[in-house]
Nanobody
Framework: VQPVESGGGLVQAGGSLRVSCRVS???????????MGWYRQAPGKERELVAS???????NYADSVKGRFTISRDNANKKVYLQMNSLNPEDKGVYYC????????WGQGAQVTVSG
């Protein structure tokens, strides 16, 4: 089971980006049993959980992103998304998806760079 992240890129402060994750190699019931999350690893810092979502769509956010980021999931296609608005330079980092227990393999991540 391997998360595959995509999206990200370079954006000016105040802009928006979306990152996507497809969990390959998993059957739907396995994916649906997981509370999925998006993690961020900023340069020189620990990887931190910034958003999570249950199978039924109940979401939680770190204080640093609350009100700006929105996590969503597509259970049928085993995908997780993170819409990021009002980005600031502190949001820079590599974004990874995994379940909240960090039990899946780590993917390559999606690089997000915020200028300004």
């Amino acid at each position: 089971v391997q998360p595959v992240e995509s999206g990200g890129g370079l954006v000016q402060a105040g802009g928006s980006l979306r990152v996507s994750c497809r969990v390959s190699g998993a059957i739907t019931s396995f994916f649906n049993s997981k509370v999925m999350g998006w993690y961020r690893q900023a340069p020189g810092k620990e990887r931190e959980l910034v958003a999570s979502i249950t199978r039924l769509g109940s979401a939680n956010y770190a204080d640093s992103v609350k009100g700006r980021f929105t996590i969503s999931r597509d259970n049928a296609n085993k995908k997780v998304y993170l819409q990021m608005n009002s980005l600031n330079p502190e949001d820079k980092g590599v974004y990874y998806c995994n379940d909240v227990t960090r039990g899946l393999s780590w993917g390559q991540g999606a690089q997000v760079t915020v200028s300004g």
